[in-house]
């Protein structure tokens, strides 16, 4: 699915030259999509820039193909009351590092597409119960050489587990799919006289959400 339309040759024919007019709206729809804060400063400017020097239908989809097309809502948040879209304004972090220290990542916080953390005689909280998600999966590549990282996840996403521990432990009991829609987090990395523990838990403000939820089937 994209924001374009059709040319004459169907969607087959992804050769076929754009024109100026197919440039603009799917320029129009990136602006957009900046407005909403779904693309920052930096990817618009770069996606433009690609858009202006695209010479077919084939070239101009993939710029607008992660974007709702206009005067379309966002998608509706899961049945579960969870809603891991993005928050403008909301801080956002790429990296951790706890050396002879610590960090934290917690609360409300839109998490990118890959987080790298480290710790070196030092340690590291990732919480993303309150988290939303830039994309549908994200990488959290963890690094910790005589320290440890505390990972929690929210029981409804899904997560995959993938780390190493060497005199050091790695834990990947946390591995598991998620409700349907849910998000993917996926953690790798390595252990070394260190711990890595990956825990899932309820989501804050879980019981509340399911209340009203209940209220409104009631209802």
Known sequence: ????????????????????ADREQAAQVLRDAAGDGRLTLAELDERLDAVYAAKTYGELAPLTRDLPAPGTSAPAAPLTGADWRPVRGAPSWRIGIGIMSGFNRTGVWNVPRKFSAFAFWGGGKIDLREARFDEGTVTIRALAIMGGFEIIVPDDITVHVKGLGIMGGFDQRASGPGVPGSPTVVVKGLAFWGGVGVKRRKRRGAKKRREELGQGEAG
Request: net charge negative; no cysteine.
């Open 1 to 20: 699915m994209t924001n374009l339309p059709e040319p004459s040759g169907g969607p087959s024919a992804p050769d076929m030259r754009a024109g100026d």
